[in-house]
């Protein structure tokens, strides 16, 4: 097992702690969310309450506790097979909070910044297109 990913300079990007993430949601974008204890020691699961006081706190991702890069670095077997991140990004998380309608493309752009147009984010913005294009 390996990390085969060519361009994990740039998937770092800008490097995020989990608490300024979690601030970031509470303070900027509005959301009402926290963290609980995870089953893995460098996980955290992050819960978000959608409608104030009115709904039940979803599952939003889990996050990785501590020092995130921008985008997630994979971990490939001998044959070039992803098996599983390395390092969550918090792009990931937001990708996934997006999806389940827990926050806007236009939330993210503003306060996490636009996605860069390069082959470390192919993925990312292919997944962002189809969604946004779904609807």
Request: proline fraction near 4%.
């Amino acid at each position: 097992m390996c990390i085969r990913d060519s361009n994990v300079e740039e998937r770092m990007g800008r490097i995020l702690h989990s608490s300024e993430f979690i601030n970031t949601l509470r303070d900027k974008v509005g959301l009402k969310c926290w963290y609980r204890a995870h089953p893995h020691a460098d996980k955290i699961t992050l819960l978000v309450q959608k409608a104030f006081g009115t709904q039940e706190a979803e599952v939003a991702c889990w996050v990785q506790l501590g020092f995130m890069p921008e985008l997630s670095i994979m971990r490939f077997d001998d044959h070039g097979v992803p098996l599983n991140e390395s390092h969550r990004g918090y792009r990931t998380c937001l990708l996934q909070m997006l999806l389940k309608g827990m926050i806007t493309e236009a939330q993210i752009i503003k306060y996490f910044g636009p996605a860069k147009m390069t082959p470390a984010w192919e993925r990312y913005n292919t997944t962002v297109h189809s969604w946004r294009n779904q609807k």
